[in-house]
């Protein structure tokens, strides 16, 4: 079964520096996605960034970007240049390329990093 | 931007009393999801509705949760009789699934669910 781990419960940054949040997957499959989404205290969760397994190439959203090292099945991301504003819970998930005997794609949640940005 | 739609927002009841949870999917969507969000357990799939049809609801406890799509625009979460430890944020999401490439689920809001 496929799992998604964040190893961090909780991570601080100060304003305009660089921080990364950790994530680890494991699966056998060889094709999937992975995404990062961002839960502020307003509770909407919101995508931030997303990755597809068969490209090598690490994704990049503005000041967001991945680490994504597929034999190593790591996933972090990179904010630069914190803002005040990217303080709040960010999960790592993973869906599945192929369908389930059900018909369904499976998709997994990381259980969170808080995230707090210090002014 | 299109969104989905969660009412009610907030929810406080008391225990055994009916609970019941909806959703607007986004208009085109054709997959709609319910999932709990606990400090403990983090975000659960509780069911998982592909055109109407529920594909997959092993994560919600049977005899007390029940899920439907009564129409494509409208999704609902029951919970008959409720008890304190369903309190949780419930979250509904969709998402286009015509096989293929990947499209990302969007969540709605979410609702505060306080089960004294």
């Known amino acids: 079964a496929q799992t998604v781990t964040q190893s961090q419960p909780e991570m601080s940054v100060q304003e305009a520096e660089t921080v990364t949040l950790s994530c680890t997957y494991d699966?056998?499959?060889?094709?999937?996605?992975l995404f990062w989404y961002k839960q502020p205290p307003s509770r909407q969760m919101i995508l931030v960034i997303r990755?597809?397994?068969?490209?090598?190439q690490n994704a990049t959203e503005n000041r967001f970007s991945v680490n994504f090292q597929k034999a190593a099945k790591s996933f972090s991301l990179k904010i630069s240049d914190s803002q005040l504003g990217d303080a709040a819970m960010y999960f790592c998930?993973?869906?599945?390329?192929?369908?389930?005997?059900?018909?369904?794609?499976?998709?997994?949640f990381g259980t969170g990093t808080r995230l707090k940005v210090l002014a | 931007d299109a969104r989905v739609t969660q009412t009610p927002r907030h929810k406080v009841t008391e225990m055994g009393q009916e609970v019941t949870m909806r959703c607007q999917p986004i208009l085109g969507h054709n997959t709609v999801f319910w999932y709990r969000q606990t400090m403990m357990q983090g975000l659960e799939l509780l069911a998982y509705?592909?055109?109407?049809?529920?594909?997959?609801d092993s994560g919600m406890p049977k005899d007390r949760f029940s899920a439907e799509m009564p129409d494509a625009t409208l999704a609902t979460l029951k919970i008959q009789p409720s008890e304190p430890r369903d309190s949780a944020v419930y979250f509904c999401?969709?998402?286009?699934?015509?096989?293929?490439?990947?499209?990302?689920?969007?969540f709605g809001d979410g609702t505060r669910l306080s089960i004294l």
């Open positions: 699966t056998s499959e060889s094709d999937y996605y």
């Open positions: 990755q597809e397994a068969y490209k090598q």
């Open positions: 509705f592909r055109n109407r049809a529920p594909l997959d």
């Open positions: 998930a993973y869906r599945s390329a192929a369908r389930t005997t059900s018909g369904t794609y499976k998709y997994i």
């Open positions: 999401a969709s998402g286009p699934d015509q096989g293929g490439m990947y499209q990302p689920q969007h």
